[in-house]
């Protein structure tokens, strides 16, 4: 028995018409679309989809909050302005604390734009405007869709994504131990001096507490992110579910 009779009901092998005194070797079964706005019925894909069960993005197009987005004309821009923000946040940052600012304030606002950010990841039928917006507001989460990284680099692959999402805590590393031997060589040989040479890292570390603080909410949703399967079905009974479900018909 074939791949595609093994995916057939019992119930549906038993009324098979016969054809030319043979049974017939087909046995139609929908595949439900992920994302179900994918499939554009008759075995046809939206614009932007691809492949099997319409699940890739075409060229040009890149996935982000689970569809199928076109590509920004510049995304290296994207991609810059992304890391001059996140810079200038952690510089910001270290100056607040350097004031003896109390961040607390500021954190509860950026708690409220990341956890409105979540809903663009919902779905719930957003009006247009809504979904930029929280779209917008991501970049409270740290997230990388954003940048459209799939856009610059048409090969990434979602492990290579995932891999350097998790990442980040160590690029953040990487970036305050620069910062702190530029700032303890600033004191040594610019400034010369011998004493507290040290005495900027109370600060550095207290900053990046704060940044890992950000950014704990976006790594633990996408560590968890590939656990997020589940089954499928692959059979809708009658005709009538066929044309509802908008899915793929083999």
């Known amino acids: 028995m074939s791949d595609e009779i093994s995916l057939c009901p019992e119930?549906?092998?038993?009324?098979?018409?016969?054809l030319n005194g043979q049974l017939a070797p087909h046995c139609p079964h929908a595949l439900p679309c992920e994302p179900k706005s994918a499939c554009?019925?008759?075995?046809?894909?939206?614009?932007g989809y691809t492949g099997e069960r319409c699940s890739l993005c075409a060229l040009r197009y890149y996935r982000r909050a689970g569809e199928c987005v076109e590509c920004p004309d510049n995304p290296l821009i994207l991609i810059g302005a992304f890391l001059a923000t996140a810079i200038c946040l952690m510089i910001g940052g270290y100056f607040l604390n350097k004031k003896s600012v109390n961040l607390a304030f500021v954190s509860i606002g950026v708690d409220y734009f990341q956890i409105l950010a979540l809903f663009a990841n919902s779905r719930v039928e957003w009006p247009p405007f809504i979904k930029d917006l929280f779209h917008m507001m991501s970049v409270f989460n740290f997230n990388l869709e954003i940048t459209a990284p799939e856009c610059s680099i048409p090969d990434l692959g979602y492990k290579t994504k995932w891999l350097f999402i998790m990442a980040l805590p160590l690029a953040a590393t990487a970036m305050f131990l620069v910062a702190h031997v530029a700032q303890w060589s600033k004191k040594r040989f610019v400034q010369g001096r011998r004493k507290k040479l040290n005495s900027h890292?109370?600060?550095?570390?207290?900053?990046?507490?704060?940044?890992?603080?950000?950014?704990?909410?976006?790594?633990?949703?996408?560590?968890?992110?590939?656990f997020n399967c589940a089954p499928t079905g692959t059979y809708l009974p009658g005709l009538c579910a066929y044309i509802l479900a908008c899915g793929l018909v083999r």
């Not at 554009?40 to 614009?47: F, R, V, W």
């Not at 890292?201 to 590939?226: D, G, K, P, Q």
């Open 201 to 226: 890292v109370n600060l550095l570390v207290a900053t990046f507490m704060v940044m890992f603080y950000y950014m704990y909410l976006y790594l633990t949703r996408t560590s968890l992110e590939i």
């Open 40 to 47: 554009n019925g008759s075995n046809t894909c939206n614009l």
């Open 11 to 18: 119930e549906r092998l038993q009324t098979r018409q016969w």
